[in-house]
Nanobody
């Protein structure tokens, strides 16, 4: 059973930074991809950033140049968020793709005040 846990959320003023972490546990032979999604109140969940097993990163237009996704080790990754804006306020979810299955974390709240 694969488990995914996010950490690092919190409250910050506009222009500030936060670093989210995601750790996977369980029997994992290979991770095919990693990603971050977010869901703001009253809005649909949206993709923020992805990282392939080959190290290729992709970002939503709204976060390009401000967010950086990285893999720290075999089972851990991070999302560095700079120049945060109030519209970045959301619950952020980590996803780990093992084989053809996506595993989701429970989410971590990020609140950006103006």
């Amino acid at each position: 059973q694969v488990q995914v846990v996010e950490s690092g959320g919190g409250s910050v003023q506009a222009g500030g930074s936060l670093r989210l972490s995601c750790a996977a546990s369980g029997i994992i032979f290979s991770i095919n991809g990693m990603g971050w999604h977010r869901q703001a109140p009253g809005k649909q969940r949206e993709l923020v950033a992805t990282l392939t097993s080959g190290g290729i990163a992709n970002y939503a237009d709204s976060v390009k140049g401000r967010f950086t996704i990285s893999r720290d080790n075999a089972k851990k990754m991070s999302l560095l968020m700079n120049s945060l804006k109030p519209e970045d306020t959301a619950v952020y979810y980590c996803t780990i793709t093992v084989g053809r299955t996506d595993y989701w974390g429970q989410g971590t709240q990020v609140t950006v005040s103006s």
